[in-house]
């Protein structure tokens, strides 16, 4: 079975800090994505990538850069935390093969302070 | 950019009854997931449906891609079918893994 962790189950930061929020995952997936939730928005893609050292932004990146310098890691830096990036943030790989089916990790809920 | 929609925003069912989720789509697409998020936050992929049917066990999904509409049918339900369900796509002409969610609806199986 594929396996997405992510470091921290819950996180409280105070504004203004640098936050890294890590993904792994085990099947060799070529796809990682970064989403965050809020109450009725659903999931919105942060950033993605598609190959090691190659992203793309999503479609909220303002405040967030990330970085994949192996192919099983993928990270969300927020550069400077702020209260509006409370939120419950979700990493997701995929093969990129015909069937494209995510998995997500258990999510990190993220409290800025 | 492509619009999902979903419908009932809120259900609630007595344990043992049938329901159907409803997703509408705006636009073409080449990938169309169901997922369901548990109580505890984690999501689970019921079902990767760009067109057809396909069941698995008590759940089953239709997506109609002429018609721009997905249907997830969930039958003789159980408490622990409580959670909230995600319909995604992704446009004909985009990536074909960036998925747009929908709102989702929130299911609560009643003992």
């Known amino acids: 079975d594929v396996k997405v962790t992510q470091s921290s189950r819950y996180l409280v930061k105070r504004t203004g800090e640098k936050v890294f929020l890590e993904c792994v995952q085990d099947?060799?997936?070529?796809?990682m994505f970064w989403y965050r939730q809020d109450p009725g928005l659903g999931l919105r893609l942060i950033y993605f990538?598609?190959?090691?050292?190659?992203?793309e932004k999503g479609d909220i990146p303002e405040g967030y850069s990330v970085s994949r310098e192996k192919k099983e890691r993928f990270s969300l830096i927020l550069e400077s935390a702020s209260t509006n990036q409370t939120s419950m943030y979700l990493c997701?790989?995929?093969?990129?093969?015909?069937?494209?089916?995510?998995?997500f990790g258990p999510g990190t809920r993220l409290t800025v302070l | 950019g492509i619009q999902v929609e979903q419908s009932p925003p809120d259900l609630i069912l007595q344990e043992g009854a049938n329901s159907t989720l409803r997703c509408n789509f705006s636009?073409?697409?080449?990938?169309l997931q169901w997922f369901h998020q548990n109580p505890w936050g984690q999501l689970i992929n019921l079902f990767y449906?760009?067109?057809g049917t396909k069941q698995n066990g008590r759940l089953s999904a239709t997506t109609v891609a002429t018609e721009r509409y997905s249907l997830l049918y969930i039958s003789s339900s159980q408490t622990t079918d409580s959670g909230v369900y995600f319909c995604?796509?992704?446009?004909?002409?985009?990536?074909?893994?960036?998925?747009?969610f929908g709102t989702g609806t929130l299911l609560a199986v009643q003992p």
């Open positions: 990538s598609y190959d090691v050292k190659m992203k």
């Open positions: 995604a796509v992704a446009s004909v002409g985009g990536a074909t893994n960036k998925l747009i």
């Open positions: 636009d073409s697409v080449n990938n």
């Open positions: 449906i760009p067109s």
């Open positions: 099947m060799d997936h070529e796809n």
């Open positions: 997701a790989s995929t093969s990129g093969t015909s069937y494209n089916e995510q998995f």
